[in-house]
């Protein structure tokens, strides 16, 4: 996983609320074993309108989602993030987020920012006025900055420094890697092993 400190960029307005993970990633996209290629399946059924916001090359490139109320409810699938991050989005912006796509996204790298409803219909209208609006997500000072715009978002600490370090679930049991070899190789033989390389 990428370390997340301050990332600025441009954003994508999706004006909907209680948008699922089955809108996010439709179930036919589930069928792939590795955890990259999900992009092209992101929101699969509206991209192909072509009028869909992530459609229109004014957005090309953006890598904030700023999403309406209710992101990422319905079934657990981490496919939802993958498909957000292979897409090359690095934070989602909501005024509120479904548990489980929430805890989902911030082990998988990608930074869901809860923001207030008025803050968020306020950054979806600079971005809307002007498509090459950057915002800036500050996970270190935790805040969203953008043209006039400067709000503070919530994230504990230790949450936080994972995402600053760039560590996932792996990643935090890798750093006690000697303590776990030295504990296999103090145990009976005929007891079951991992394979620590």
């Known amino acids: 996983m990428e370390p997340f400190v301050t990332h600025t960029g441009t954003a994508v307005?999706?004006?909907?609320s209680d948008v699922d993970t089955d809108q996010i990633i439709p179930?036919?996209?589930?069928?792939?074993?590795?955890r990259t290629g999900f992009g092209k399946g992101l929101f699969a059924e509206w991209r192909e309108d072509p009028t869909f916001v992530l459609n229109r090359p004014e957005r090309q490139g953006a890598t904030?989602?700023?999403?309406?109320?209710?992101?990422g409810t319905g079934s657990s699938r981490e496919h939802a993030v993958w498909a957000l991050t292979d897409f090359g989005f690095k934070a989602v912006i909501s005024s509120r987020f479904a548990d489980i796509f929430r805890g989902n996204s911030l082990k998988g790298g990608l930074l869901p920012v809860q923001l207030p409803a008025e803050v968020v219909?306020?950054?979806?209208d600079l971005t809307d006025a002007d498509p090459t609006a950057e915002i800036t997500v500050d996970l270190d000072a935790r805040e969203v900055r953008a043209g006039a715009i400067?709000?503070?978002?919530?994230?504990?600490?230790?949450?936080?420094w994972r995402l600053m370090e760039g560590?996932?679930?792996?990643?935090?049991?890798?750093?006690?890697?000697?303590s776990v070899a030295s504990f296999e190789?103090?145990?009976?033989?005929?007891?079951?092993a991992t394979a620590v390389s």
Do not use: Q, Y
Not at 13 to 16: D, K, S, Y
Not at 27 to 34: I, M, Q
Not at 185 to 192: G, I, L, V, Y
């Open 167 to 178: 560590l996932d679930d792996i990643g935090l049991t890798l750093r006690h890697e000697e």
């Open 64 to 71: 904030v989602l700023l999403a309406g109320e209710n992101f």
């Open 121 to 124: 219909t306020a950054l979806m």
């Open 150 to 160: 400067t709000a503070p978002f919530d994230l504990d600490d230790f949450t936080r």
């Open 27 to 34: 179930s036919d996209w589930l069928k792939r074993v590795e």
């Open 185 to 192: 190789k103090s145990r009976p033989s005929w007891k079951p």
């Open 13 to 16: 307005p999706l004006r909907r």
